[in-house]
């Protein structure tokens, strides 16, 4: 903004504001290593800069060393390590950091293994806008995990999620109209939501969407459609 993209100078300004101990400056130098824009990728120099604001509290930079150790770039892949970091930054309201944290409860990596608090660190990202976590949260409704089940919630969250283009939301919301759980069957919602999962690339979704072409449910039976989505998946 204001000026040619240049990434070598954004490399040597965040350098200079991270030395001085600059939060941004070093979480921001560490993403450029990592992403290898504008220097030369090197995970272990990303892991560093994550650190250094990592330690002064920094939730971006606690997250993104969470996620460094989760996935083993730069450091000794550490799941109960990446759960103490995204654990800083959720507890920062970190929204991303209250997602993946939720989603190492769910799977029992690098925690014990615990729906119920999987659930609640969905909800904390969840009522961000967070997208990913509104649909995982949906699913333990749906399902019945960490939760009472709770079809009517899973419709709300499913949707809240979809609205913001999440395919999996949508297929799932368009399951829940197809099989009137939740919300009164509608055939024809449920190929509304199909259709824009589908369209984004989601094999359930196209293949559901298949199902209901071929059936004739929802929409005209259409046999050659119905194949081309069953292809797609």
Excluded: C, M
Aim: hydrophobic content about 35%; overall charge positive; glycine content about 12%.
């Amino acid at each position: 903004k204001g000026v040619k993209q240049d990434l070598k100078k954004a490399v040597e300004w965040y350098r200079k504001a991270a030395e001085q101990g600059h939060v941004w400056g070093q979480h921001s130098l560490g993403g450029l290593y990592r992403d290898g824009k504008g220097i030369p990728q090197d995970h272990q120099k990303a892991a560093e800069w994550y650190r250094k604001a990592a330690e002064q509290g920094h939730a971006w930079g606690q997250y993104s060393l969470g996620e460094l150790y989760e996935a083993g770039e730069g450091v000794k892949q550490d799941l109960k390590k990446a759960a103490a970091w995204y654990r800083k930054a959720a507890e920062q309201d970190n929204s991303w950091a209250q997602y993946n944290l939720g989603e190492l409860y769910e799977a029992g990596e690098g925690v014990k293994q615990d729906y119920t608090q999987a659930a609640q660190w969905y909800r904390k990202a969840a009522e961000q806008g967070h997208a990913w976590a509104q649909h995982d949260l949906g699913v333990l409704y749906r399902d019945g995990k960490g939760i009472p089940q709770d079809h009517q919630k899973a419709v709300e969250w499913f949707r809240k999620s979809a609205e913001q283009d999440n395919s999996s939301a949508q297929s799932n919301l368009g399951w829940l109209y197809e099989k009137g759980k939740g919300v009164k069957q509608d055939l024809k919602k449920a190929v509304e939501w199909y259709r824009k999962a589908a369209e984004q690339g989601n094999a359930w979704a196209q293949n559901n969407l298949g199902e209901l072409y071929e059936a004739g449910k929802g929409v005209k039976q259409d046999l050659k459609k119905a194949v081309e989505w069953y292809r797609k998946a």
